[in-house]
């Protein structure tokens, strides 16, 4: 596939499924759109065990199965997102408020594949991802938030302007011919 072709019916449209994809959302900020689209979930890891025996645990966001779709094309922004989220997710408030609601994995159900089966997890409901945003420093994820859009807008107009000047050049040359 030549790089026009790739563009005009690969990528371009990608792009307009993400943006369309996290702009869906039934949020009203473009920071919880971006969180919707990204977090499902928190899983809690057993890590290692303490000197009492006791499991260390740690926490981790517990993605939605739709982001792989596009993951090429946000993937620097979700590994972003993704270390925020883990080292938030460890804090302390969110631990004391969050943990009460982690369930047990059933082996039998569980299709995603970052659930162990050894872990508990959390599947948020609306309510838990609007205390999740609210506990959350929202500035650093609003400028995660901003660079993502940015960065998906930027590459949406670089694709229209390229098929644009392509198709544009193609017209001249049939009317040479």
Same mark, same amino acid.
């Given at each position: 596939? =030549?790089?026009?072709?790739?563009?005009?019916?690969f990528?371009?449209?990608l792009?307009i499924?993400?943006?369309?994809?996290?702009?869906?959302?039934?949020?009203?900020?473009?920071?919880?759109?971006?969180?919707?689209?990204?977090?499902?979930?928190?899983v809690?890891?057993?890590?290692?065990?303490?000197?009492?025996? $006791?499991?260390?645990?740690?926490?981790?966001?517990?993605?939605n $199965?739709r982001?792989?779709?596009?993951?090429f094309?946000?993937?620097?922004?979700?590994?972003?997102l993704?270390?925020?989220?883990?080292?938030?997710?460890?804090?302390?408030?969110?631990?004391s408020?969050f943990?009460?609601?982690?369930? $047990?994995?059933?082996k039998?159900?569980?299709?995603?594949?970052?659930?162990?089966?050894?872990s508990?997890?959390?599947?948020?409901?609306?309510?838990?991802?609007? =205390?999740?945003y609210?506990?959350? =420093?929202?500035?650093?994820?609003?400028?995660?938030?901003?660079?993502l859009?940015?960065f998906?807008?930027?590459?949406?107009?670089?694709?229209?302007?390229?098929?644009?000047?392509?198709?544009?050049t193609?017209?001249?040359?049939? =009317?040479?011919?």
């Open positions: 596939m =030549d790089e026009y072709n790739y563009h005009k019916n990528y371009y449209p792009l499924d993400l943006r369309n994809e996290i702009n869906s959302s039934e949020y009203e900020t473009n920071s919880k759109k971006y969180l919707d689209f990204f977090l499902s979930g928190i809690e890891f057993k890590n290692r065990k303490n000197k009492e025996g $006791e499991w260390i645990c740690s926490y981790s966001p517990l993605r $199965e982001i792989d779709k596009a993951i094309v946000h993937i620097p922004f979700t590994r972003k993704n270390d925020f989220l883990r080292e938030a997710l460890n804090e302390e408030k969110m631990i408020k943990s009460p609601k982690l369930t $047990e994995t059933d039998q159900s569980s299709s995603n594949q970052q659930i162990r089966p050894t508990r997890f959390l599947n948020f409901e609306k309510s838990d991802l609007v =205390d999740f609210n506990l959350i =420093d929202i500035n650093n994820l609003k400028q995660l938030t901003l660079e859009f940015e998906i807008e930027h590459e949406i107009v670089y694709c229209e302007n390229y098929i644009g000047k392509i198709d544009d193609q017209k001249d040359l049939v =009317d040479l011919i």
